[in-house]
């Protein structure tokens, strides 16, 4: 049996839990909570599926070392001693990036400087021969995480960072993550039993994730590269074997739409989408969100308007209370979810929030929050005690 290694799959805030559920559900080991991260164990295998399938986790680093330093030497010793020749070619490149707390060293970028001479000089001195360094895309990349005098060794297994599907051709200028989009569809609780709805959906991000996940698509379908792609080690077969343990469903039993005031945004999404080869499966069109209706009751609305951050909104309350209205008076019977930052204009829904979560969508705090618009009632603001399903 192949040894057991340690890993840490680094996530968004907020995301830590979900993370965990489907590395389990990879056969990833010994899984843990950590700060924006989840800390496993497992084999390549295992790495190879987490940077394939996890929605949820921004990349997979790999630990291949611990220890202690007292000084610059013991610390440049200590990076000497790891066998870079192992996964890096002696004319390969490579680069080193450092994060630290309460440390020696007066910036990462000193300690980034040294680590990278230790490694070089091990090539030197034992091949005659050296890697150069490349800051973007470098054959191997290498982490640092200093805490004190201890510090961590990491291979940056994922490359690009794993929110970058492959499928985004078109760029919006208030897109969401791609890992948030996922998540927001895994936390509504949308179990592809209903249609989904995105009325205000720019370049189409929320639905694309949802069918993808439906459809049971690995995340990584699209991408054409990932870091171990260039490691000496990397085994090109297992790595096909592993692809094809996908089990892609060819049909979901429900339908996907979406709208947006901006006939320029609905082109990127349909972009996306058709990059995304989803074209059988999301309706765009053109049409401002007071206009859009359900096809179907029950429907799941999950949606990102704008924050009034990166696009401007006249009178940004004002649109908000008019969203409200809309799922008031259109949507009854259906289950809408909506993240904003924007906490003030939030209140201008006028519905009560039967559930809420704090993501983050770059470095903007969210409100993620479900209204259930009962029937019964005219403005469906009716609170049924009994179907409420309130955490808050
Ligand atoms: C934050 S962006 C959504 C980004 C999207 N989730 C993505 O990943 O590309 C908000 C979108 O709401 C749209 N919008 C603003 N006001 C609208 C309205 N009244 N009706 C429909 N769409 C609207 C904007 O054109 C914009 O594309």
Redesign the pocket.
């Known amino acids: 049996m192949e040894k057991r290694e340690k890993f840490v799959a680094k996530t968004y805030a907020g995301l830590e839990e979900i993370l965990l559920e489907e590395l389990e559900q990879l056969g990833a080991e010994n899984c843990k909570l950590s700060t924006r991260a989840v800390l496993f164990e497992g084999d390549m295998d295992t790495m190879y599926r987490a940077n394939y399938f996890c929605r949820y986790a921004l990349r997979i680093l790999w630990q291949v070392g611990e220890f202690h330093f007292r000084d610059n030497k013991q610390f440049y010793e200590e990076i000497y001693k790891y066998p870079a020749e192992k996964v890096l070619k002696s004319n390969g490149t490579l680069a080193f990036s450092v994060t630290m707390k309460d440390a020696i060293f007066s910036t990462p970028l000193f300690a980034a400087q040294l680590a990278k001479d230790a490694v070089c000089d091990r090539f030197r001195e034992k091949y005659d021969e050296r890697p150069s360094v490349r800051k973007e895309n470098p054959d191997v990349q290498f982490h640092i995480h200093i805490m004190g005098d201890r510090a961590t060794l990491f291979l940056d297994s994922s490359g690009e960072p794993l929110y970058r599907r492959g499928y985004r051709v078109a760029s919006?200028?208030?897109?969401?993550?791609?890992v948030i989009?996922a998540a927001m569809v895994k936390l509504s609780g949308w179990q592809a039993d209903c249609d989904l709805i995105?009325?205000?959906?720019?370049?189409?991000?929320?639905l694309i994730e949802a069918v993808l996940a439906a459809l049971n698509v690995p995340a990584g379908f699209f991408r054409r590269s990932f870091g171990f792609y260039r490691w000496k080690t990397f085994d090109q077969k297992r790595w096909e074997q592993i692809q094809d343990e996908a089990d892609i469903r060819d049909d979901v039993p429900v339908n996907f739409y979406g709208?947006?005031?901006?006939g320029r945004?609905i082109g990127?999404?349909k972009d996306?989408i058709r990059e995304a080869r989803l074209t059988d499966f999301i309706r765009v069109r053109r049409?401002?969100?007071?206009?859009?209706r359900p096809v179907r009751t029950p429907s799941f609305v999950i949606?990102?308007?704008?924050?009034g951050e990166?696009?401007d909104?006249e009178d940004i309350e004002q649109?908000y209370k008019?969203?409200g209205d809309t799922l008031k008076q259109h949507y009854a019977g259906c289950t809408a979810f909506i993240i904003s930052s924007n906490v003030n204009a939030l209140k201008n829904i006028g519905l009560h929030a039967s559930k809420r979560f704090t993501l983050y969508n770059g470095a903007l705090e969210c409100k993620f929050m479900r209204f259930d618009l009962y029937k019964g009632t005219k403005n469906g603001d009716f609170r049924n005690l009994q179907n409420e399903n309130s955490d808050n």
């Open positions: 919006h200028p208030a897109q969401i993550s791609e989009a995105d009325p205000m959906c720019g370049s189409g991000t929320i709208s947006d005031i901006s945004f990127m999404a996306n049409s401002p969100m007071n206009e859009s949606f990102n308007p704008p924050y990166r696009l909104m649109a008019e969203m």
